[in-house]
């Protein structure tokens, strides 16, 4: 993996050229006591997109699978994704890469038939991701095996220094960004041994951070693993008894949630098909013809939104589908927590043995 070093200044002469180009540039931006992607417009802005920070209060997929749109209309259709010549998101952090990896699974990778409207916008992105600079007591993509800096799934990827950034190059669409760099006129170097020792600091020492915080959270057993023999917790009764009020918050907010629901509104003389974010807590999303319905409670449903991410995902891609952003319990009015969750199924395992 190729690494150069660019400093603020060359950067922010590449941002203007870009705008320049009308090209859409979306960032990390305050927003009053919220980190949120906005998209720049003025150079003005340059100074206050912050690639040091922490993962952002919304999740980067709602810019690859909108909360709701018209996807065709019946009985003509004339409706296809939108196309813009280019865009860059700035600033995702690992989580979020993780996410769009989760989805690529579902929508986008080879052997399957992609999904229009996410292959065009996923094709037509470049994702610029940068290292945490700091962490949340929510978060604890550790746990998972992953780390607080992006490893894959990048274009480029941004690691913060005293006066510039060490670029990562990460694929073919992050080489094109470097000759764009080139052409605007930005000065690339190679990266100094003194510039690698201070990024490797900087990520061990979040890491370590990280990986202190949440070790009361550690379990002997891997995630699905415990999932295998928790079908019969008492812990998920527990949860829709005491605390969930099925207020969608956990999944809508979920970077790695892409359920969804169609339904048809009638519009002057055509019928348009409509897609909107759907969620499993819900009590009619695995209703069937008939009315039968294989998760017909709350504690089922609970269930199996932890057995998606953490076991079915796991056997049949191989990897999580959660990422450990922790956005989930942000949210949550009953503060249901993923890690204290599996830590409490964990004990009460212990205890039944």
């Known amino acids: 993996m190729e690494s150069l070093y660019i400093s603020c200044v060359n950067f922010n002469g590449f941002l203007k050229s870009t705008l320049e180009k009308k090209w859409e540039i979306y960032a990390p931006l305050k927003v009053m006591d919220s980190i949120r992607f906005e998209k720049i417009i003025d150079p003005a802005a340059f100074g206050g997109i912050i690639f040091?920070?922490?993962?952002?209060?919304?999740?980067?997929?709602?810019?690859?699978?909108?909360?709701?749109?018209?996807v065709a209309t019946i009985p003509k259709s004339s409706i296809s994704p939108v196309k813009f010549e280019k865009r860059i998101i700035m600033g995702v952090k690992g989580c979020d890469l993780h996410a769009l990896k989760v989805f690529d699974k579902a929508y986008y990778e080879e052997g399957i038939i992609p999904e229009p409207?996410?292959?065009?916008?996923r094709e037509s992105t470049y994702v610029i991701s940068s290292d945490c600079g700091y962490s949340l007591d929510s978060c604890f993509c550790t746990l998972l095996d992953s780390k607080p800096y992006p490893t894959e799934g990048f274009d480029l990827n941004f690691s913060t220094l005293k006066d510039g950034f060490i670029v990562e190059v990460g694929s073919n669409k992050g080489e094109e960004l470097i000759k764009e760099m080139g052409e605007s006129g930005?000065?690339?170097?190679?990266?100094?041994?003194?510039?690698?020792?201070?990024?490797?600091?900087?990520?061990?020492?979040?890491?370590?951070?990280?990986?202190?915080?949440?070790?009361?959270?550690?379990?002997?057993?891997?995630?699905?693993?415990?999932?295998?023999?928790?079908?019969?917790?008492?812990?998920?009764?527990?949860?829709?008894d005491n605390k969930c009020v099925q207020c969608n918050g956990c999944l809508h907010i979920c970077p790695t949630c892409y359920c969804f629901l169609l339904y048809d509104a009638k519009k002057d003389n055509l019928s348009e098909r409509v897609r909107i974010w759907d969620a499993?807590?819900?009590?009619?999303?695995?209703?069937?013809?008939?009315?039968?319905?294989?998760?017909?409670?709350?504690?089922?449903?609970?269930?199996?939104?932890?057995?998606?991410?953490?076991?079915?995902?796991?056997?049949?891609?191989?990897?999580?589908?959660?990422?450990?952003?922790?956005?989930?319990?942000k949210v949550c009015p009953g503060k249901i927590e993923i890690r204290e969750t599996f830590r409490d199924i964990n004990k009460e395992v212990k205890v039944k043995r």
């Open 117 to 121: 409207f996410y292959k065009e916008r």
């Open 280 to 329: 499993c807590i819900n009590a009619g999303y695995a209703r069937v013809a008939g009315g039968a319905n294989p998760r017909p409670t709350l504690q089922s449903r609970l269930r199996h939104r932890f057995f998606h991410k953490f076991l079915y995902f796991v056997q049949n891609f191989n990897m999580y589908a959660c990422s450990g952003c922790g956005r989930c319990f």
């Open 52 to 70: 040091d920070g922490v993962r952002t209060d919304q999740s980067v997929k709602s810019f690859f699978f909108h909360t709701k749109e018209i």
């Open 186 to 240: 930005a000065v690339l170097s190679d990266v100094t041994p003194v510039q690698m020792e201070e990024q490797k600091s900087n990520r061990d020492t979040l890491t370590k951070k990280l990986e202190e915080a949440n070790r009361e959270f550690q379990i002997p057993k891997k995630f699905d693993e415990l999932c295998k023999i928790a079908f019969g917790s008492k812990i998920w009764k527990e949860l829709a």
